[in-house]
């Protein structure tokens, strides 16, 4: 178990992240990548990312085993901002950390020969990972960036909404079930006994679409902590590449609700930053079951998210939903959003553990 400690300041300084976060997902897709399961979770995507890599995962391997401690030089705090914010932070840790950070992986004294020569600090090996690193997320991680972005935002409406009704503790409390609020201390399922004290520091919740199980954290006390955790996955089929959609031309609301009925349009433009299935019957004027169908069929569309939180259904807009609703952004191609993936089964931790 992992106890993470808080103080008052602390739970002042408690939040969110505002996007998924590009070299989280990265390590932690790598996981997903090399697991051998018969599922429709990461199925689809994992055979299709398979087959669009050439040599990284071979790279990447002694760097991210399959189960435990990984360098946190890996996932710098600037992969909030993007894949290149990231790169540009890697590129500048310093050599001392390097070495440290490299010393803990298993078998340190094997590792390849480039590997020894990135903890010695020598730059064309930082390089050679930079660009190995990014080509894999271009592979395999941004073609789904929009999917993965509608799951963690409908995690963050959840979240929020949380935030709203009970405060700090509410949103604590409302964390998936492999974390439990006992005030003042966070309990989450962990594959070693550790204490995190945050003194002050605050604590950054980061959902992600390629955690799997139970929640990841920082080996470094040290380091800002942030504490990654997996959002829900619903129960439907695989994500298709965002690319498999065709494009579309959004119009002026008078067109969206001629393109889908103005109930329907009605109900979209009400979802809005998330709202439940009972809220959504209030500010559309139709009964719940009315309410709870358009949901539904928007959801099939890849215009809305639907997030179960304790008694109740949140509902948000993905990408290609916002999208429909503000006339689209010049210049830029709007995909369908791919087909949510089914629901996760809770897993131990050490398949994609830190230390």
């Keep these: 178990m992992l106890r993470v400690h808080f103080s008052e300041l602390d739970l002042a300084r408690l939040r969110m992240a505002v996007r998924p ?6 390590a932690l897709s790598f996981h997903r990548l090399r697991e051998n399961r018969a599922e429709s979770v990461y199925g689809k995507w994992r055979s299709e990312a398979r087959n669009r890599l050439n040599g990284e995962a ?7 085993p399959s189960r435990g401690y990984f360098p946190d030089f890996l996932t710098p705090a600037e992969g909030i901002f993007g894949c290149d914010a990231a790169m540009s932070a890697l590129r500048a840790v310093p050599g001392e950390r390097l ?3 490299l010393a803990g992986l298993p078998g340190a004294r094997s590792l390849p020969g480039w590997i020894r020569d990135l903890a010695q600090g020598e730059r064309q090996p930082l390089d050679r990972l930079i660009a190995t690193l990014r080509a894999y997320y271009q592979a395999v991680v941004a073609p789904y960036w929009p999917h993965i972005q509608a799951r963690i935002e409908a995690d963050r409406a959840a979240r929020g909404r949380a935030l709203l009704d009970g405060g700090a503790d509410g949103l604590l409390a409302s964390l998936p079930p492999t974390m439990r609020w006992r005030a003042p201390v966070l309990e989450v399922d962990y594959p070693v006994d550790r204490d995190l004290w945050l003194n002050g520091r605050g604590l950054l919740l980061l959902p992600s679409f390629f955690c799997r199980g139970t929640p990841v954290t920082l080996r470094n006390p040290e380091l800002t902590p942030v504490l990654v955790y997996p ?7 695989p994500a298709p590449r965002p690319e498999q959609r065709p494009a579309v031309a959004p119009g002026s609301a008078r067109t969206l609700g001629k393109l889908v009925g103005q109930t329907r349009s009605a109900v979209l433009l009400e979802v809005g930053g998330g709202c439940t299935t009972s809220e959504l019957a209030r500010r559309v004027g139709v009964s719940l079951a009315s309410a709870s169908q358009h949901a539904s069929v928007l959801r099939e569309a890849g215009l809305v998210h639907t997030l179960r939180q304790g008694g109740a259904v ?4 993905t990408p290609l939903g916002a999208a429909l609703l503000r006339g689209g952004v010049p210049g830029e191609r709007v995909f369908g959003a791919p087909a949510p993936l089914p629901a996760v089964a809770t897993s131990g931790r050490g398949l994609s553990g830190r230390g």
């Design 314 to 317: 949140l509902h948000t807009l």
């Design 99 to 101: 070495h440290a950070e």
């Design 231 to 237: 959002v829900e996955h619903t129960r439907r089929g």
């Design 58 to 64: 071979r790279l990447l391997a002694p760097l991210i």
């Design 21 to 26: 976060d590009a070299l989280w997902e990265t």
